[in-house]
């Protein structure tokens, strides 16, 4: 399949391909991007991916992560969403660990590792049920964009203010709400989910809207290189930023054609951010 743009739509700010990674990045221009976000194959077997040695993954891994550097802005940054990578024997590792070299080899710098918590996933039987997966934020220099208000939460006290000293009488924290810390609990998407599409390992959109309009702005570029069904392009789109995007699996790639679709006519369901994790507990599971 040709690297261009599909044709039945009239999209000017997508570009997305159902094509070898490094060959679809091989077409982008250096540092032409501020953001790459993605969550590449963990080499456990899944549908999508051929499961081999850990060593041939990294290999592979390695290979792509430099093409990403290539294409990244001065000012840009790259986030990796990984889990583990389980052994046939059971022995876990951790992939954040084993690719933290392959970005260092490139000298870009960790700013923070996010993790992300959900409630639901495969039971375990030997070992503790994984319910975590880790975002390794990269930028390529010390002058990156960084914007917090957009993706600052609510206060656990909003309305706290000193009671002495000069500010007495005034809000103690910032009026648009707190910074969101580097532990995110979002739900994953699963059977019930409003996104769940044929994909078994598809990011929720709300997780990489955070990323989007914390380290781009608006007109920006973002590139996901594993891009599955779109995820990532549609938290762009979203926000006014321009998506890039490839996939080995031309049923994926028509999937996200459909998804973004959907957005363009006003008909694609996510779920939005700031929801609050449905409690069983509260009315209505505290949704609103």
Request: proline share 7%; charged share 25%.
């Amino acid at each position: 399949m040709s690297l261009q743009l599909i044709t039945e739509f009239d999209l000017p700010d997508v570009n997305i391909a159902c094509a070898d990674n490094r060959d679809f990045l091989h077409s982008l221009a250096d540092e032409s991007m501020q953001l790459v976000v993605t969550s590449p194959p963990y080499n456990i077997g899944k549908s999508y991916e051929r499961r081999g040695s850990l060593d041939f993954y990294l290999q592979e891994q390695a290979a792509v992560i430099a093409e990403c550097v290539r294409v990244l802005r001065p000012e840009g940054s790259i986030c990796w969403q990984v889990g583990n990578h389980v052994s046939k024997d059971g022995e876990v590792f951790p992939l954040d660990i084993v690719l933290y070299p392959l970005f260092k080899h490139h000298n870009l710098k960790l700013r923070n590792r996010i993790i992300w918590h959900f409630e639901h996933g495969l039971h375990c039987r030997r070992r503790l049920s994984g319910r975590h997966e880790t975002i390794l934020w990269f930028t390529k220099t010390d002058d990156y964009v960084f914007n917090l208000d957009p993706i600052r939460v609510p206060s656990k006290y909003p309305n706290k203010r000193y009671f002495k000293g000069p500010n007495v009488g005034k809000l103690s924290g910032n009026p648009l709400g707190k910074n969101p810390g580097d532990v995110w609990i979002i739900p994953n998407v699963k059977s019930n989910h409003v996104e769940k599409t044929i994909h078994p390992c598809q990011f929720p959109v709300e997780l990489i809207e955070r990323l989007v309009l914390s380290m781009t702005n608006v007109d920006d570029n973002v590139l996901d290189p594993y891009m599955g069904v779109g995820s990532a392009v549609i938290a762009a789109l979203m926000h006014d930023r321009q998506g890039y995007g490839c996939d080995v699996v031309q049923e994926y790639v028509d999937v996200a054609w459909r998804r973004i679709s959907a957005l363009r006519q006003g008909t694609l369901r996510t779920r939005p951010m700031h929801k609050p994790v449905y409690d069983p507990k509260l009315p209505n599971g505290g949704h609103w």
